[in-house]
């Protein structure tokens, strides 16, 4: 574990001093309603690194409803569920991006009391993954309060909801 840890930093050190973070390539955020979703919004596939210099990567197209889930957003990761939104979107949102693990390949293991029917899982793999965020500043928030709002996340875009959704700015 020491080992594997040692590289991972070693890595992270690598990508942040010799490349920065930020979007590397694809990640574009468009507005993509349908009569179902008329809030939707699309994030390309693409590749990004983290403030963090973690590897942020996005396989395949991801699209979702604003409406629906407002939060957060975990399209890879079967052991976490999205959240769903409390409250219609509107105002000014950011939709950010960052390094998630998802727990995979559960296996059982020895249980450890004396019943017999007891069959513990633990998870024995650990999959590269993202989480997308909506992320809404506080209503009179200054520039620093939006820094440290969007601190550990690449933001990829700013979308501005009225009567309706409109990309501000692609952040790359």
């Known amino acids: 574990i020491q080992e594997q840890e040692y590289f991972r930093k070693k890595l992270r050190r690598h990508n942040r001093f010799l490349h920065g973070w930020g979007v590397v ?20 596939q693409g590749f990004a690194l983290s403030p963090q210099g973690d590897e942020i990567y996005v396989r395949d197209p991801f699209t979702f409803d604003l409406a629906q889930f407002y939060q957060k957003a975990y399209p890879d990761c079967e052991s976490r ?13 950011y ?10 390949r ?13 069959t ?8 590269d ?9 506080p209503e009179g ?8 709002l969007l601190k550990d996340r690449v933001v990829l875009a700013r979308v501005a909801i009225e009567d309706t959704m409109t990309i501000i700015d692609d952040k790359h």
């Open 25 to 44: 390539c694809g990640l574009e955020v468009t507005a993509s309603p349908t009569q179902d979703k008329p809030w939707g919004v699309t994030i390309s």
């Open 81 to 93: 569920l999205r959240i769903p939104s409390t409250a219609k979107p509107e105002g000014t949102l």
């Open 95 to 104: 939709v950010a991006i960052k390094y998630a693990e998802c727990m995979t």
């Open 106 to 118: 559960p296996v059982r293991v020895a249980p450890t009391l004396c019943g017999c029917d007891e």
């Open 120 to 127: 513990v899982c633990e998870y024995s793999r650990i999959r």
């Open 129 to 137: 993954s993202f989480e997308v965020e909506f992320l809404a500043p």
């Open 141 to 148: 928030a200054s520039n620093l309060d939006i820094q440290q």
